[in-house]
């Protein structure tokens, strides 16, 4: 299985402020994810982020609010930007080794006051 | 409709006892079907995947899909205390890379 891991682990910041969680994997992918676990809701899937292109948004999220970076096979960041209470979700990055394996990392928790 | 409907429990069982999680869909698309397992506070531990129809057993867990129906089950033998966390289950369809997830059942296996 994958090792992935996520920096910071939890934070808790100001309204209107920024943060980048960055999500290093142990091998090389091609394709990284990033999700959005809300208390009590789905996994609901913010982008999908390949080496070398553009990252693709899901319906409802949108790159200004939710830029992310893909300098390299094992790494990947996501900033939430101009952050209000409503950001206050388990930010989580994947990876899918195969059609039907793809694995998470550990989480980064965000509270926004 | 959520394309992807599970029971968010909690289900208590005690020890020993064979606890059974379901989810049911609505895409007849979808062809890969994982179960994942989540403690509190930790990220998704991919626990059990299959392709398309049928069963797969792992030790004290099985996975059991059922396309007609659009329904799909794990099975837990001989539960454990340890076996308490949250079951998510997640599909795709074959040319595709997003996973759809169930909202996730907890379990509580008490001694």
């Known amino acids: 299985s994958a090792v992935i891991s996520q920096k910071p682990s939890r934070d808790i910041c100001q309204r209107g402020t920024s943060l980048t969680i960055q999500c290093q994997v142990d091998?090389?992918?091609?394709?990284m994810f990033w999700y959005r676990q809300q208390p009590g809701q789905s996994l609901t899937l913010i982008a999908t982020?390949?080496?070398?292109?553009?990252?693709?948004?899901e319906s409802g999220f949108v790159i200004d609010k939710f830029p992310i970076s893909r300098p390299n096979l094992t790494f990947s960041t996501l900033t939430v930007s101009n952050m209000s209470p409503e950001d206050s979700s388990i930010y989580l990055c994947?990876?899918?080794?195969?059609?039907?394996?793809?694995?998470f990392g550990p989480g980064t928790r965000l509270t926004v006051l | 409709q959520k394309e992807v409907e599970q029971d968010p429990g909690p289900l208590s069982v005690p020890e020993g006892a064979i606890v059974s999680l379901n989810c049911t869909y609505s895409?007849?698309?979808?062809?890969?079907f994982m179960w994942y397992r989540q403690y509190s506070r930790k990220g998704p531990e991919l626990l059990m995947y299959?392709?398309?129809?049928g069963n797969k057993e792992d030790g004290r867990f099985t996975a059991q899909v059922d396309k007609s129906s659009k329904y799909i089950s794990l099975f837990i033998r001989d539960s454990q205390p340890s076996d308490s966390a949250t079951y998510l289950c997640?599909?795709?369809?074959?040319?595709?890379?997003?996973?759809?997830f169930g909202t996730g059942t907890r379990l509580q296996v008490f001694p």
């Open positions: 994947s990876e899918r080794t195969g059609p039907d394996t793809q694995y």
């Open positions: 091998s090389q992918v091609t394709m």
């Open positions: 982020a390949n080496q070398g292109s553009e990252a693709t948004y």
């Open positions: 895409n007849s698309a979808f062809q890969y």
């Open positions: 299959t392709y398309s129809s």
């Open positions: 997640a599909m795709s369809p074959y040319n595709t890379d997003k996973l759809i």
